[in-house]
Every structure is written in C-alpha cells, then in structure tokens.
C-alpha cells in the first residue's frame, strides 16, 4: 500500500472499481482483474484487488463499516476492533473528556470511535501512508469535522490543549510481536509520561504485560469479547479506588479489585467455574470466588468449585458427574459407554492437546459431554460434566 495507491483509489475511476469489487468472489479474483485491465490501468486494478481483499478481513474488528473504510496490511492486523474501541470512546465520554490526543493513531480505528462518541480527536502517526488512511477513513465515515489527521512524530506534539491522551505504541517488529513494554516503539516509559500530562490518559498494551510493569498510579484494564481476551489497557487520571478491572464485552460488565489474597483450595465439588480470560489475566479470581462462595481445585489453576450454582457474567459454569484421575482407556470407555459423540475438550495445566485426544478416544454416538483436563490438588484429572444448564 502506497499514497498513490490510495490517492488513486479515491478518484471517481478507483471508486467505481471499489464498487465492483464489493461482493466478489476470491475465487474469481484472475478472470475478474483480467476483464478489468483492459479498461483500467493494471497498477490501479491491483490497488483495488488488494483494498477489497483488506475489506474482506477487516469486517471482523469493524463490521459494516469495512465495505467504505481504507486499510492496509498492518491497519488490519494492528487496528482496535471497533467493540473494544467504542468501550473505550464511552469510559472517555463517562469521563468528561472532550477532545483526545490519540498518539499512535494508526489508520484510525480509535479516532472513529472516539468522534462518534462525539469527542473532538487529534490523530497522529509518523507513517505517511497510516496518516492518509486515518484522513480518509474520516472523510469516508462523514467524520471529518471531528478528527484532525496529522503526520507527525508523536514525540513533537504538544498535547496541552486536550483533555486526553491516547497512546498506541507498535508491538510489532520485525520478528513479530515484542514482550518487552520498553521495546514498543515509543517505549512505554515513554507513553506513560505522555498519559500522565493530560486529565485523563490511556495507554494500549498487550495483554500479556507483566504486571510489575503496571505504574502504581495506574488502573490495569483487560478487556475480552465473547470469551477471549482482545486487549488491555493502562488508564490514568480515573482515580481508581481498585488497581484492576476486566471488562466483558459485548455486555461490558465489568469487575474491578486486585487486591485479594488467593481463594483457598479445596476438593472439587458439583460444580466447575471457569473465569473469562480477562478476569484471568487481571488476577481477579478471588473477586469471583468470594462472589461464589467457591475455592479452587489446585494452588497452580484458575479454576472454581463449589456445591451450588449462582449466575455469574466473570466465569462459565459446568456440572461435574465424574472426578477421575487421568487414564486414557477410561476416557475412552466412558465416552463409548455413554454413547457420547459430541465432546468438548478444555485443558489447563494439561500438556495433552485435545485434538490428539479427540483422535485417540474417537467418540460416536448421540449425547454430549465436557472434558476438562487439568491438576487437582496437584494430581493430574479428568473432570467429566455437562456445562450448567445443559446447554452445548
């Protein structure tokens, strides 16, 4: 992706070729740019072949709004899916804020969500090509009157005049994504103290950041969606009464704490509670042992019990009928005993691959079960049930 392949995208030809393409078919992608290069210039077809492509695989983090958006490769893959970011426009909305300074920005995933939420956005990114995107993502989505797209090093703006900062720092490099929260680029000491000069600031962070690299002034946020964990976040200025906070989403419920000692542990009872990854990674699952009145099966795994059930959004709950140490043949006895013949695997603490299991045991019939291989007490089990309710 080139400036000029975008600039010529946007004149009435590129559009009309963006229009054609719009429900294509992978399949027949050779004959369709074949047809088209005879009437179009080939470095033109290809740009629109290639953006139609990055629209295909952009409508799972932004929906309907993929077919008239702009992205490139890196946008699609580095971008805030559009649930995660309108979670965040709102926290900023709920917060007083008007205007954000969003560093980092991108091809300006934040930055629409934030001016849909009707907040005044500076957009910034040193990357030409990210700069043109985000500026014609706005013009696209009619919000150009609230996000001001500039190319930039973030290190130059003066963020004074807003009420936020929003960082993104790269977590990417050359040899794929980078665990080293000094090694983003800008590095987040770096961001920190660019969060730190507004109101309210935000920083994007992998979600496996080591959580002495949280600032001690800072809120911990990890948000997942449907089950898994998409992000986290390091909020500043919220004054918050708990260092964590795992938001679910697409509900957005929300726990907070972070400062209990672990649940106690104990036998594994009728029910299992497994904790939503987010309140995992957020280190509150003694928040929803206290809410369950429940312990846990081993020191070393996230996972719950207790004799009775309670609805909860942090964690999903099953029926225990079988409590047995892990033996393969008796796995697989049981599963042809009880004609069970769908047969969802889970593992914690487990170094066996369900897949490889599932080939082993070859379950056949008409009724369903859950397996989930994990430690208890330290001892490797297999725990057998149905999920509460009964439903698959």
Known sequence: MRTEDLHALLT??????????????????????????????????????????????????????AARMYFTPNGVEQSTRTSVAEWRARRMRELGVASVADLCSGIGGDAIALARAGIRVLAVDLDPVAHAVARANAEA?????????????????????????????ARRGGRGRIFDPEAYAPPLSWAVQAARKA??????????????????????????????????????GTSPTQPHRATL?????????GRLPDPAVGPVRRYLYEPDGAVIRAHLVAEVAGELDATLIDPTIAYLTTDRLAPTPYATAYEI???????????????????IGTLVIKKRGSAIEP??????????????????????????????????????
């Open 12 to 65: 009435p030809e590129g559009q009309d070729l963006l229009a054609e393409l719009r429900d294509h078919s992978p399949g027949d992608e050779l004959a369709l740019a074949t047809r088209l290069r005879r009437t179009h210039d080939a470095e033109l077809v290809s740009a629109a072949l290639a953006q139609a492509r990055l629209r295909t695989r952009a409508a799972a983090k932004f929906g309907a709004d």
């Open 141 to 169: 989505l009619g919000l150009a009157e609230l996000i001001e797209a500039r190319c930039a090093d973030v290190v130059d703006v003066d963020t004074a005049g807003y009420d936020a900062v929003f960082v993104d720092p």
């Open 249 to 257: 989403l697409p509900a957005a419920d929300s726990l907070t704490g």
């Open 199 to 236: 109101r309210v600031g935000a920083i994007k962070v992998a979600p496996g950041i080591p959580h002495e690299a949280v600032p001690t002034d800072a809120e911990a946020e990890w948000v997942s969606e449907g089950g898994d964990v998409k992000e986290a976040a390091l909020w500043f």
């Open 321 to 339: 009928t079988d409590t047995l140490p892990f033996n393969l043949k008796k796995l697989k006895a049981l599963v042809r005993e009880r004609g």
């Open 355 to 392: 897949e490889e299991l599932r080939k082993k045991i070859k379950p056949e019939g008409v009724n369903s079960a859950v397996v989930v291989l994990t430690r208890a007490a330290g001892a490797p089990v297999m725990l057998v049930g149905q999920p509460a309710g009964g439903a698959m």
